[in-house]
């Protein structure tokens, strides 16, 4: 979104500061998500009022007009709407657009969206009723956007969709896309952004394993260790089956970067319950933890249930995982010091160059000359400030 304005000729300044626009983008995961998003939008009204605010996002798509009068708003932009914010806006600010640029996550990295909406219908989830039933974008049109990013001299493109492992196009899976993908000039490396169980993550580790371009670091939400809690939560897979497709993606790929989410304090968590899923986290060798306490949805499931957790267990479990998740990075990177990585260099300063290894893991390494957007290897001597040096 960023970079749609950057294209049309506005200039993005940092939060807080002066500006004709403000753009905040929306999370509904959980009810505390949506209100953070609502205070930023009164405090922005109320520091400037001549700034126009525009919610845009899942918060927005679902909440509509309620959600601009309890924000003080100026425009909702629900999904089809948010990436063309500059047109919209144009004739706001009497201004001429020049052709728009495509969408970047950075001046490296290009993200592109294959597929969107989701019918799993998780008890704490209101992403189908903000997003829908899941929807594929056709096969050709990414292949040609891959194409016009390559050209742009973008090296790396994530791809990305609110349930990727559903992609289908034409009895195309998501594999099949990675494969032309992967033969297009100029991209040298593929990221995945997250892949549900019970899709076809057996299929894309069988595929990570013998790809060129494709980076070994794959995240799949694991959500809880603990059967009653994952049967409670509506997801469809018990917690041993869950370790089992993780052990067979360790015998494809050893040092597989593995990251997940992970919620604390679901309704009828049981401190049994929460021991189940911390000795998970211990067994399992993640690389990267994304933990989550858990506040109210309303519009879910969970929301009504029974045995609710008071939010300071769940935020004291959350911390917990939280700390067993930093040691856990720290043990996954060490593995790698002595060992070649490639790195894309995505900043430049005083003759350091940092980036992202393959295996999701940050690095920096002093170099001779700018190498900013190169693939460059190197082999790390220690781990430090949570970056591979």
Not at 59 to 71: F, H, T, V
Not at 232 to 237: E, T
Request: charged content about 20%.
């Amino acid at each position: 979104m960023a970079a749609s304005f950057k294209s049309a000729g506005w200039e993005v300044v940092l939060f807080g500061s002066a500006c004709d626009v403000c753009v905040i983008h929306t999370c509904a995961v959980t009810s505390r998500a949506e209100q953070d998003c609502l205070r930023l939008a009164r405090l922005v009204k109320r520091t400037n009022k001549n700034t126009r605010v525009v919610l845009a996002g899942c918060a927005a798509e679902i909440g509509g007009e309620l959600l601009l009068k309890k924000s003080g708003a100026d425009m909702i932009a629900g999904q089809k709407e948010k990436f063309n914010l500059p047109q919209i806006l144009q004739s706001l600010h009497n201004t001429t657009l020049p052709p728009a640029e495509l969408p970047s996550f950075n001046s490296t990295r290009a993200l592109i969206r294959v597929q969107d909406g989701c019918d799993f219908c998780c008890s704490y989830c209101i992403v189908p009723s903000a997003r829908g039933k899941p929807v594929s974008r056709p096969f050709r049109e990414i292949v040609s956007e891959a194409i016009a990013i390559a050209g742009k001299g973008f090296k790396e493109v994530i791809l990305t969709g609110a349930n990727l492992g559903c992609y289908t196009d034409g009895g195309l899976t998501i594999t099949g896309l990675l494969e032309e993908l992967e033969k297009i000039p100029g991209i040298l490396r593929i990221r995945l952004s997250s892949i549900e169980v019970t899709t076809i993550e057996h299929e894309i580790i069988n595929y990570m394993a013998g790809s060129q371009k494709l980076c070994r670091s794959i995240h799949i939400p694991m959500q809880s260790g603990d059967d009653n809690t994952l049967l409670r939560m509506g997801r469809r897979y018990t917690a041993g089956q869950y370790r089992d497709m993780i052990d067979y993606a360790l015998s494809k790929i050893p040092l597989l970067g593995l990251g997940t989410d992970i919620i604390t304090g679901f309704p009828g968590e049981t401190e049994e319950a929460f021991k189940n899923t911390r000795q998970m986290v211990v067994n399992i060798p993640f690389s990267n933890l994304h933990v989550f306490t858990y506040s109210k949805r309303p519009g879910t499931r969970a929301a009504s249930m029974s045995g609710q957790i008071d939010h300071r267990t769940g935020k004291q479990r959350s911390r917990e995982l939280i700390e067993l998740g930093t040691k856990k990075k720290k043990a996954f990177a060490q593995q790698f010091i002595g060992r070649k990585v490639a790195l894309l260099i995505e900043d430049m300063k005083d003759n350091i160059g940092s980036g992202w290894t393959g295996e999701y893991l940050e690095a920096s390494v002093p170099l001779s000359k700018p190498a900013l957007n190169q693939i460059v290897e190197f082999v790390p001597s220690s781990f430090s400030c949570g970056m591979l040096k």
